[in-house]
């Protein structure tokens, strides 16, 4: 009990204590805050020679006409300097018709360099079709810092609107002669065309543009390839094509006849070979008048009787034409009998006439005697 007033003392100290040491930890945080967050002074009356970002929009034209649904956005900003007072950029962004929300090209970031010029440049893609609006718009600041205290005059703000169109040229698709083969000298072309379209032309083989309404066909055609180019236009002029390449070929393959010929021939075995232009698909044979055999090519006729024959090859090339060789008119003869041949050798002949001379002789000699 006679310890009260000691404990006492001693806790008033210890809160004294903390609140000293509080009031030091809350001082030493406040210079901290000051240091880390300056103090910032707006100034009612900024300088004469502040002006606002310059801005130059190079990126679409003003009032001009696209043909594609792809887009370039380029631009520059800069900030005009000023004697006593730093220039900065503090954001930049575009906004359009098409697009959602607003995109921020450039915002000023915490701890970064602050610039003074900005460049920019983007693709838009799948801008859609009709006219539009685009607007670009830059805000700059200038300031001045003196120790914690910063001291800032206002945002100044540029912009720059844009109007164009952006018309995409018709589609040309799906050429109905594309990489194919007629047997006829009249082609149907049929096309399709995707979009708004005021004209319709199309080019046979390079040669002047013959205005269309529609599907039509291609006339009078020689045998032989040829290509054709559809043009879509729109009203504003803007066109595009499509070409396609295709062979007319109304003749039936040629067949020349390497052999039989038109001759005699000493043996039963035939040999037929000919050669063909171009590609077919079938063959076949008609021999001395007889209904066609098919044949997959040059083949040989084994047993040919003695007489007079005929051979005719027809062929279908691989569109449909039909046609066939020249008749080829032939003998096949029985061959010369052999005849057999006594040869007698100059020996021979020398002894046997020595010995008829000697023979001679001696009946001469006997008749004298007699």
């Keep these: 009990m006679h310890n009260q007033p000691e404990t006492r003392k001693t806790l008033t100290a210890t809160v004294s204590t903390m609140a000293l040491l509080l009031s030091i930890t809350a001082g030493i945080q406040s210079c901290n805050l000051a240091a880390a967050n300056p103090y910032v002074h707006q100034n009612d009356t900024p300088p004469n020679d502040m002006r606002p970002p310059s801005l130059s929009l190079q990126s679409p034209k003003n009032n001009r006409v696209y043909s594609e649904n792809s887009l370039i956005l380029a631009f520059n900003v800069s900030m005009p300097t000023s004697e006593n007072y730093t220039a900065i950029i503090f954001s930049v962004s575009y906004e359009a018709d098409w697009l959602k929300e607003k995109v921020y090209a450039y915002q000023f970031p915490e701890g970064k360099p602050r610039p003074t010029e900005f460049d920019y440049s983007q693709a838009l893609f799948k801008v859609p079709g009709g006219n539009h609006k685009l607007v670009v718009t830059v805000h700059g600041d200038y300031y001045r810092q003196e120790g914690y205290i910063i001291h800032e005059f206002g945002v100044l703000s540029a912009s720059a609107t844009v109007q164009f169109l952006v018309c995409a040229p018709p589609v040309v698709s799906d050429l109905s002669v594309f990489n194919k083969t007629y047997a006829k000298s009249d082609v149907p072309l049929n096309f399709t065309v995707a979009g708004l379209v005021s004209l319709t032309t199309y080019s046979l083989d390079g040669k002047e543009n013959v205005t269309v309404n529609g599907n039509t066909t291609l006339t009078g055609l020689s045998d032989g390839f040829h290509s054709v180019t559809l043009f879509a236009e729109n009203v504003y002029g803007v066109a595009s094509s499509e ?21 005699t021939y000493y043996t039963k075995n035939i040999a037929i070979n000919f050669t063909l232009d171009e590609p077919v698909s079938n063959l076949s044979l008609s021999f001395d008048g007889k209904e066609r055999t098919k044949i997959a090519g040059n083949i040989t006729l084994f ?56 023979y001679y002789r001696k009946c001469h000699r006997k008749a004298v005697q007699k």
């Design 243 to 263: 070409t396609a390449w295709f062979n007319v070929d109304t003749l039936p393959a040629r067949i020349s006849f390497l052999s039989p010929q038109n001759a």
């Design 303 to 358: 047993g040919v009787p003695y007489g007079s024959h005929s051979v005719i090859v027809y062929a279908t090339d691989m569109v449909g034409n039909f046609g066939s060789s020249e008749t080829v008119y032939f003998i096949v003869a029985e061959p010369f009998p052999t005849v057999p041949v006594i040869v007698v050798s100059t020996t021979s002949i020398s002894v046997a006439a020595a010995c008829l001379l000697l």
